[in-house]
């Protein structure tokens, strides 16, 4: 069976994201922010892709799968519910619709694909609902993946 990798880089490092992906042996990393900037060292897009293929994985940012800003505003404010509303409309989107088949079609081949997100918490992030779709249209398995904290350094 397929199995589904999620990670969030929120209070950790690249190096520890890095060792938490090769540790789970992920060989594709699917980055779904929809603007793949980030002021924390490490997690910009040629950043992330550059560390990512420096251990042998496989980069890939599908934009369509990010959430619209409306969405990210309600999720920095705490009003997950909101965000979660804003998301699932936005999937319906042509755009959200070409890249769920694309990574669909990643997932079937036998890679081993992890979804890259800011949040820490799945439960309060998009790619939980990226996953759980995944996992009701493929019968995959989810693992939301943990790096180690900043703090726990």
Known sequence: MERLLTIGYQDT???????ALSLAGAT???????????????????QLA?????????????RGLGTPAEGRQAAREGRHEEM??????????PEAQHDLAQLAGLVRSGRRVCL????????????????????EELGCEVEH???MAVRDL
């Open 50 to 62: 550059g560390g990512v293929a420096s251990i042998g994985l496989t980069y890939l940012h599908l």
């Open 145 to 147: 993946l943990m790096p």
């Open 116 to 135: 890259l997100c800011l949040e820490r918490q799945p439960h309060h992030c998009h790619r939980s609902i990226v996953a759980a779709q995944m996992a």
């Open 84 to 93: 979660r509303e804003v998301f699932g409309r936005h999937l319906r989107t």
């Open 28 to 46: 594709t990393l699917v980055d779904v922010r929809a603007i793949a900037a980030s002021r924390r060292p490490g997690f910009a897009k040629s």
């Open 13 to 19: 490092t690249q190096v520890a994201v890095l060792e």
